[in-house]
């Protein structure tokens, strides 16, 4: 199923690297109701590219839009969290990584701070374009995972660098779990929308909340209840 969104601003105006304030209040897209836990323990998974394409200035999202947006979905779901079955973890392109969160549990206690401390650019970051070694750990999750439903998201501009991309979109074709691909500011690959996955495209101009949304949707797939 590929889903396409067309109307959160990932790159806003900016004046030497500085945001521009516009004098009008820009509304955000609203997150609806999270509802109940899930019946089945459930694990999302969540991969950020931080290539030059992303992060330079010019690129899909030089400021780092995509992370508050992800702290805002997070935490909505959190809010309503009251069993050990929902996790979250949040891995990187470049692996092994410092910025790897581990599986969080979102009703512990310490899970805002430690998933916060991952959404960030890694210090330890070379900005890699390669998919695969991501998706090795993605995939080292759910084998050990196999009770969870698990669901990958990747926020990338998904303009991969793999040596194979082929044997990569193949890898994510048969994932054990749904993959969601986030494209950011690019139209998605025709590898990509010939697999089964679920697509998001969000472009520059689209409404502040739109990436928050995207994630938010991963997260809830397995909740009760729950409202988009």
């Not at 839009?65 to 805002?72: I, L, S, V, Y």
């Not at 990187?92 to 990584?97: I, L, N, R, T, Y």
């Amino acid at each position: 199923m590929n889903i396409h969104l067309h109307p959160s601003v990932l790159r806003q105006p900016t004046l030497h690297g500085t945001p521009v304030r516009s004098a009008r209040r820009v509304e955000k897209l609203q997150l609806g109701w999270p509802g109940f836990d899930p019946a089945r323990p459930s694990l999302d998974i969540l991969d950020f590219d931080h290539s030059g394409s992303v992060t330079a200035t010019g690129g899909t999202d030089p400021i780092g839009n995509r992370f508050r947006e992800a702290e805002r979905a997070i935490n909505t779901v959190k809010k309503w969290t009251a069993t050990d079955r929902p996790k979250v973890a949040i891995i990187h392109f470049d692996q092994p990584s410092t910025g790897n969160s581990g599986i969080v549990p979102l009703v512990s206690a310490d899970a805002q701070q430690r998933l916060r401390r991952s959404l960030c650019c890694p210090p330890d970051g070379a900005g890699s374009s390669d998919l695969e070694p991501s998706l090795t750990e993605a995939e080292k999750m759910a084998a050990a995972h196999s009770d969870h439903d698990v669901r990958l998201t990747i926020f990338s501009d998904f303009a991969l660098t793999d040596r194979d991309p082929a044997a990569v979109f193949q890898r994510l074709k048969v994932f054990p779990g749904k993959v969601h691909a986030v494209v950011l500011g690019n139209p998605p690959p025709a590898m990509l929308t010939e697999i089964n996955v679920m697509v998001t495209t969000i472009g520059h101009t689209d409404t502040p909340g739109t990436l928050a949304r995207a994630m938010y949707r991963s997260l809830i797939t397995t909740r009760r209840r729950a409202r988009p």
